[in-house]
Protein backbone atom coordinates (compact mmCIF):
# COMPACT_ATOMS: atom_id res chain seq x y z
CA UNK A 1 0.00 0.00 0.00
CA UNK A 2 1.27 3.54 -1.01
CA UNK A 3 -0.71 5.57 1.56
CA UNK A 4 -1.93 4.37 5.04
CA UNK A 5 -5.16 4.35 4.07
CA UNK A 6 -8.04 5.28 6.59
CA UNK A 7 -11.61 4.28 6.71
CA UNK A 8 -14.22 5.63 8.65
CA UNK A 9 -17.52 3.61 9.08
CA UNK A 10 -21.05 5.18 9.94
CA UNK A 11 -24.08 2.59 10.74
CA UNK A 12 -25.93 2.69 14.00
CA UNK A 13 -25.78 -1.33 13.83
CA UNK A 14 -22.62 -1.56 16.83
CA UNK A 15 -22.36 -5.69 15.10
CA UNK A 16 -21.71 -4.65 11.70
CA UNK A 17 -19.48 -2.15 12.78
CA UNK A 18 -17.73 -4.35 14.33
CA UNK A 19 -17.43 -7.35 11.60
CA UNK A 20 -16.59 -4.17 8.88
CA UNK A 21 -14.06 -3.47 10.87
CA UNK A 22 -12.15 -7.01 11.25
CA UNK A 23 -13.09 -7.66 7.87
CA UNK A 24 -11.23 -4.51 6.49
CA UNK A 25 -8.28 -4.43 9.16
CA UNK A 26 -7.26 -7.71 8.15
CA UNK A 27 -6.66 -6.06 4.68
CA UNK A 28 -4.13 -3.43 6.12
CA UNK A 29 -6.92 -0.64 6.71
CA UNK A 30 -6.71 1.72 10.06
CA UNK A 31 -10.86 1.38 10.53
CA UNK A 32 -12.58 3.98 12.56
CA UNK A 33 -16.16 3.50 13.22
CA UNK A 34 -19.48 5.96 14.38
CA UNK A 35 -22.62 4.25 15.27
CA UNK A 36 -23.77 8.26 15.59
CA UNK A 37 -24.19 9.86 11.66
CA UNK A 38 -24.82 13.06 13.36
CA UNK A 39 -21.27 13.07 14.74
CA UNK A 40 -19.55 12.08 11.52
CA UNK A 41 -19.20 15.25 9.94
CA UNK A 42 -17.16 16.69 12.82
CA UNK A 43 -14.86 13.51 12.51
CA UNK A 44 -14.17 14.35 8.93
CA UNK A 45 -13.75 17.74 9.83
CA UNK A 46 -11.25 16.62 12.76
CA UNK A 47 -9.38 13.55 10.83
CA UNK A 48 -8.49 12.68 7.50
CA UNK A 49 -10.29 9.94 6.09
CA UNK A 50 -9.48 8.01 2.33
CA UNK A 51 -12.73 6.32 2.62
CA UNK A 52 -16.17 6.60 3.83
CA UNK A 53 -18.84 3.59 4.01
CA UNK A 54 -22.24 4.91 4.75
CA UNK A 55 -25.20 2.70 5.99
CA UNK A 56 -27.80 4.76 4.16
CA UNK A 57 -31.16 3.56 6.94
CA UNK A 58 -29.95 5.24 10.76
CA UNK A 59 -31.88 6.94 13.29
CA UNK A 60 -31.81 10.86 13.50
CA UNK A 61 -30.27 11.22 9.58
CA UNK A 62 -30.57 8.95 6.98
CA UNK A 63 -27.60 8.38 4.83
CA UNK A 64 -28.79 10.20 1.62
CA UNK A 65 -28.78 13.52 4.43
CA UNK A 66 -25.26 12.48 6.04
CA UNK A 67 -23.80 12.35 2.61
CA UNK A 68 -24.98 15.94 1.55
CA UNK A 69 -23.51 16.89 4.59
CA UNK A 70 -20.13 15.62 3.83
CA UNK A 71 -20.17 16.99 0.07
CA UNK A 72 -20.06 20.29 2.25
CA UNK A 73 -17.04 19.57 4.33
CA UNK A 74 -15.35 17.36 1.58
CA UNK A 75 -15.69 17.10 -2.05
CA UNK A 76 -13.45 14.31 -3.15
CA UNK A 77 -13.37 11.71 -0.77
CA UNK A 78 -14.63 8.19 -1.52
CA UNK A 79 -18.01 7.17 -0.44
CA UNK A 80 -19.36 3.64 -0.42
CA UNK A 81 -23.35 3.43 0.21
CA UNK A 82 -24.05 0.10 1.72
CA UNK A 83 -27.89 -0.82 2.37
CA UNK A 84 -30.09 -3.53 3.16
CA UNK A 85 -32.78 -1.85 1.53
CA UNK A 86 -31.67 -0.90 -2.13
CA UNK A 87 -33.97 1.69 -3.94
CA UNK A 88 -33.30 2.97 -7.66
CA UNK A 89 -34.52 5.95 -5.57
CA UNK A 90 -31.83 5.82 -3.09
CA UNK A 91 -29.28 4.58 -5.57
CA UNK A 92 -29.84 7.95 -8.10
CA UNK A 93 -29.47 10.05 -5.09
CA UNK A 94 -26.72 8.37 -4.10
CA UNK A 95 -24.82 8.70 -7.20
CA UNK A 96 -25.74 12.33 -7.86
CA UNK A 97 -23.91 12.53 -4.56
CA UNK A 98 -20.91 10.99 -6.53
CA UNK A 99 -20.49 7.87 -4.47
CA UNK A 100 -17.94 5.66 -5.43
CA UNK A 101 -20.14 2.43 -5.28
CA UNK A 102 -24.08 1.50 -3.61
CA UNK A 103 -23.50 -1.79 -1.82
CA UNK A 104 -26.41 -4.33 -0.79
CA UNK A 105 -26.32 -5.89 2.18
CA UNK A 106 -25.50 -9.11 2.77
CA UNK A 107 -22.41 -9.01 0.31
CA UNK A 108 -19.82 -10.90 -0.48
CA UNK A 109 -16.46 -10.31 1.31
CA UNK A 110 -13.90 -10.80 -0.93
CA UNK A 111 -16.24 -8.82 -3.67
CA UNK A 112 -16.16 -6.04 -1.43
CA UNK A 113 -12.76 -6.24 -0.59
CA UNK A 114 -12.14 -5.95 -4.03
CA UNK A 115 -14.48 -2.80 -4.44
CA UNK A 116 -12.75 -1.31 -1.95
CA UNK A 117 -9.57 -1.48 -3.35
CA UNK A 118 -10.37 -0.65 -6.94
CA UNK A 119 -12.22 2.59 -5.60
CA UNK A 120 -8.26 3.61 -3.62
CA UNK A 121 -6.79 2.56 -7.11
CA UNK A 122 -8.75 4.92 -8.72
CA UNK A 123 -8.08 8.20 -5.82
CA UNK A 124 -4.00 6.91 -6.65
CA UNK A 125 -4.25 5.61 -2.89
CA UNK A 126 -3.47 1.93 -3.44
CA UNK A 127 -0.15 0.96 -5.80
CA UNK A 128 1.76 -2.30 -6.20
CA UNK A 129 5.23 -1.28 -5.68
CA UNK A 130 5.95 -4.02 -7.94
CA UNK A 131 3.43 -2.93 -10.90
CA UNK A 132 5.39 -0.03 -10.13
CA UNK A 133 9.01 -1.10 -10.61
CA UNK A 134 7.79 -2.64 -14.20
CA UNK A 135 6.69 0.69 -14.84
CA UNK A 136 9.79 2.31 -14.51
CA UNK A 137 12.17 -0.55 -16.08
CA UNK A 138 10.02 -0.42 -19.34
CA UNK A 139 10.17 3.14 -19.51
CA UNK A 140 13.65 3.00 -18.44
CA UNK A 141 14.44 0.55 -21.37
CA UNK A 142 11.71 2.31 -23.76
CA UNK A 143 13.52 5.92 -23.76
CA UNK A 144 16.85 4.43 -23.57
CA UNK A 145 16.34 2.59 -26.60
CA UNK A 146 14.85 5.60 -28.78
CA UNK A 147 17.94 7.78 -27.61
CA UNK A 148 19.90 4.82 -28.96
CA UNK A 149 17.92 5.13 -32.26
CA UNK A 150 16.95 1.16 -32.21
CA UNK A 151 13.62 -0.33 -32.97
CA UNK A 152 12.03 -3.15 -31.13
CA UNK A 153 13.25 -5.27 -33.66
CA UNK A 154 17.22 -4.48 -33.59
CA UNK A 155 16.85 -4.61 -30.42
CA UNK A 156 15.61 -8.50 -30.72
CA UNK A 157 18.42 -8.95 -32.76
CA UNK A 158 20.80 -8.04 -30.37
CA UNK A 159 19.35 -9.44 -27.10
CA UNK A 160 18.04 -12.42 -28.59
CA UNK A 161 14.61 -11.68 -27.15
CA UNK A 162 12.10 -11.91 -29.04
CA UNK A 163 10.02 -8.48 -30.07
CA UNK A 164 6.67 -9.00 -28.10
CA UNK A 165 8.82 -10.32 -24.88
CA UNK A 166 10.38 -6.64 -25.30
CA UNK A 167 7.24 -5.00 -26.36
CA UNK A 168 5.97 -6.26 -23.18
CA UNK A 169 8.59 -5.64 -21.18
CA UNK A 170 8.53 -1.38 -22.23
CA UNK A 171 4.55 -1.58 -21.72
CA UNK A 172 4.94 -3.16 -18.13
CA UNK A 173 3.11 -6.14 -18.86
CA UNK A 174 5.31 -8.88 -18.66
CA UNK A 175 7.95 -8.93 -15.94
CA UNK A 176 11.45 -9.33 -17.11
CA UNK A 177 13.62 -12.21 -15.97
CA UNK A 178 17.44 -10.46 -14.30
CA UNK A 179 18.86 -12.90 -17.35
CA UNK A 180 16.85 -10.97 -19.91
CA UNK A 181 17.46 -7.30 -18.28
CA UNK A 182 20.72 -7.73 -18.29
CA UNK A 183 20.95 -8.94 -22.33
CA UNK A 184 18.55 -5.78 -22.62
CA UNK A 185 21.47 -3.52 -20.54
CA UNK A 186 24.50 -4.94 -22.50
CA UNK A 187 22.40 -4.54 -25.68
CA UNK A 188 21.68 -0.57 -24.94
CA UNK A 189 25.48 -0.04 -23.35
CA UNK A 190 24.20 0.65 -19.83
CA UNK A 191 24.72 -0.62 -16.31
CA UNK A 192 21.91 -3.15 -15.30
CA UNK A 193 20.98 -1.10 -12.16
CA UNK A 194 20.56 2.10 -14.94
CA UNK A 195 17.40 0.45 -15.99
CA UNK A 196 15.77 0.31 -12.34
CA UNK A 197 15.52 4.02 -12.86
CA UNK A 198 13.96 5.85 -9.43
CA UNK A 199 14.00 2.43 -7.94
Known amino acids: MAVHVKILIVDDDRDICEYMTTMLETTGYEVSTLSDPTKAVDAIRNDEFHLLIVDLMMPR ?3 IELIQHIRKVDSDVAIVVFTGYPS ?3 AVD ?3 LNVSDYVKKP ?3 NEFREKIALILKKKGLLTNPEE ?14 KEH ?11 SLSVSLLSQIERAESSASVSSLYKIAVALGVRLTTLFGEF
Do not use: N, P, Y
Open 149 to 159: GLTLKQLSRRT
Open 107 to 109: FDI
Open 88 to 90: VET
Open 132 to 145: ELHKAVGKTIRRIR
Open 94 to 96: ALK
Open 61 to 63: MDG
